[in-house]
């Protein structure tokens, strides 16, 4: 079974600042993904960003990258420069061999 | 980026009554679909797994005749809240994706705001 913790329930940051989303896992299968998933008020889930149990390098899009640390099962997600509509709740979601499991979110906001 | 079509966003119905939701692919097969349900503030809760042209798996707590899924085509998939009370007042948002390896990601629905009154 598969383990998610968020453990920032809330978070702030100011406008054109830098921001890390913490996530941790616990898995027993030996190759799975990472997601990260943002959920404006709206409701829909967005895709951000993944990343590959055996990718070496750290996953980057945009303005998001994840600070991968395998050997500590943790997969953070780095959001630069924070944009007025990047409010909103954010989802880490690993997934092995069954489906994606989501942690109980961090609700991020960005004060201008 | 792969597009799943959620339907209606936005529902209130009677106590007693039921509610169809629909889940489409527009431009892929979705082999596996998933329904989530969503509390005020809190995570998204698997509720089942739906394989095209099979029984779906509910996950432990869900109510099978409650909550009845269809996946009758690869690229439609039913969620039906038969004699729903208030208590199933929720946000419930599907997902898809066709293929098996670990490194697909699932494409949301926009999701569905049920109200029961």
């Known amino acids: 079974a598969q383990k998610i913790t968020q453990t920032q329930p809330g978070m702030f940051v100011q406008e054109k600042e830098a921001v890390t989303l913490d996530c941790t896992y616990d898995?027993?299968?030996?190759?799975?993904?990472l997601f990260w998933y943002k959920q404006p008020s709206s409701g829909e889930m967005i895709f951000l960003i993944y990343?590959?149990?055996?990718?070496?390098q750290n996953a980057t899009e945009g303005r998001y990258s994840l600070n991968f640390q395998k050997a500590r099962k943790s997969a953070n997600l780095v959001i630069s420069a924070s944009q007025l509509g990047d409010s909103a709740m954010y989802f880490c979601a690993p997934r092995g061999q069954g489906n994606l499991i989501f942690g109980k979110g961090t609700k991020l906001s960005v004060k201008p | 980026g792969a597009v799943v079509s959620q339907h209606p966003s936005r529902v209130i119905c009677k106590s007693g009554t039921s509610v169809k939701i629909e889940c489409r692919s527009l431009d892929f097969q979705a082999t596996t679909m998933f329904w989530y349900r969503q509390f005020p503030k809190k995570s998204l809760m698997l509720m089942a797994t739906?394989?095209?042209?099979?029984?779906?798996?509910?996950e432990q707590g869900v109510e099978k005749d409650k909550f009845l899924i269809n996946h009758a085509s690869l690229t439609l998939s039913t969620l039906t809240v038969t004699s729903a009370h208030p208590e199933d007042s929720s946000f419930y948002i599907c997902s898809a994706r066709d293929k098996t390896p670990y490194n697909t990601e699932a494409f949301f629905g926009q999701g569905t705001r049920l109200t029961v009154v």
């Open positions: 739906s394989n095209e042209g099979s029984k779906a798996t509910y």
């Open positions: 990343q590959g149990s055996y990718d070496e």
């Open positions: 898995t027993s299968d030996q190759s799975y993904g």
